[in-house]
């Protein structure tokens, strides 16, 4: 990964896009000598990979009843 300035990553921000998306590379962002930031390319994946790795673990039966016990403390806001 490299580091870059912060002052660099704005002047050159499309470069640096352009870098990221085509050439797959990944910066850090550095201000006053500290890193601040990472960008990097968004890891792709597949509707078929979601479905292998759900696949692969047997369904939870309390699953249900843990959503509906998370559901039950949450506090509705009316925003109309």
Same mark, same amino acid.
């Given at each position: 990964?490299?580091?870059?300035?912060?002052?660099?990553?704005?002047?050159?921000?499309?470069?640096?896009?352009?870098?990221?998306e085509h050439g797959?590379?990944?910066?850090?962002?550095?201000?006053?000598?500290?890193?601040v930031a990472h960008? =990097?390319?968004? @890891?792709?994946?597949?509707?078929?990979?979601?479905? /292998?790795? $759900? &696949? =692969?673990?047997? @369904?939870?039966?309390?699953?249900?009843?843990?959503? /509906?016990? $998370? &559901?039950?403390?949450?506090?509705?806001?009316?925003?109309?």
């Amino acid at each position: 990964m490299t580091d870059i300035s912060a002052t660099e990553a704005a002047r050159s921000f499309s470069r640096l896009l352009d870098d990221i998306e085509h050439g797959g590379r990944s910066f850090t962002i550095v201000r006053h000598g500290r890193a601040v930031a990472h960008l =990097a390319p968004v @890891p792709s994946g597949s509707g078929a990979a979601v479905k /292998d790795l $759900l &696949r =692969a673990h047997r @369904p939870d039966p309390a699953w249900r009843q843990d959503l /509906d016990d $998370l &559901r039950s403390i949450l506090d509705v806001e009316d925003r109309s």
